[in-house]
């Protein structure tokens, strides 16, 4: 009787691929959640079950699989921002909801949100912006939409977005690593921050 060598998967002779892309990306999110933001490539590879050189053939080496993570980060977080808004009305609540769930979304991918904004550096800007665009448009929108019902001027939409975004990012990378007050309580606090200059309020200048 012929003994079986047993072989992690990866290419079969003549074969396909066993793990795709997605499987192998699905794999780099668990080996992030448990070894953090400095995860190497052979403890994706690990965790997927594949040989290393599998992982860069579908996936690309380590500042290509924090691009593809990085886009779904961004799509949670818009998911999670459409939800939490849902259906209010009021400008200012809709502001906090949208904080507080950019807030707990991050936090709930804490490892995950470290690793694709600083876990591979060399392109981390353009990483960074990406993450912000994604979220950005759909924002923007929004605020540009509000603004014209109130008579306010939208075209300032796009730019805020973008500063709301960043604010958001930094903050978030503050909280997650260094704080603990509650989620709910900093997004009140950073809304208060932000709405008198998105509802066009004057602000209050000291003597």
Known sequence: MTNRVRRRPGRPP?????????????????????????????????????????????????????DALAQRLADRLIEAATMAIGKR????????????SNLETLSEHRELFLFVTGGASEDMPQRTLYLAERSVSPLAAQLAAWRTREGLDPSVAVAWSYAIVGLLNLVSLWWITGSDQPAEQLAEQLAELLWSGLSGSPSKRPN
């Open 89 to 100: 009305r009021n400008g200012r609540t809709r502001l906090v909801a949208l904080v507080r």
């Open 14 to 66: 003549g074969g396909q691929p066993v793990a795709d892309r997605e499987q192998l990306l699905d794999a780099a999110e668990r080996a992030i959640r448990r070894d953090g933001a400095g995860v190497t490539i052979d403890a994706m590879a690990h965790e997927a079950g594949v040989t290393k050189p599998i992982v860069y053939a579908r996936v690309g080496k380590r500042t290509n699989v924090a």
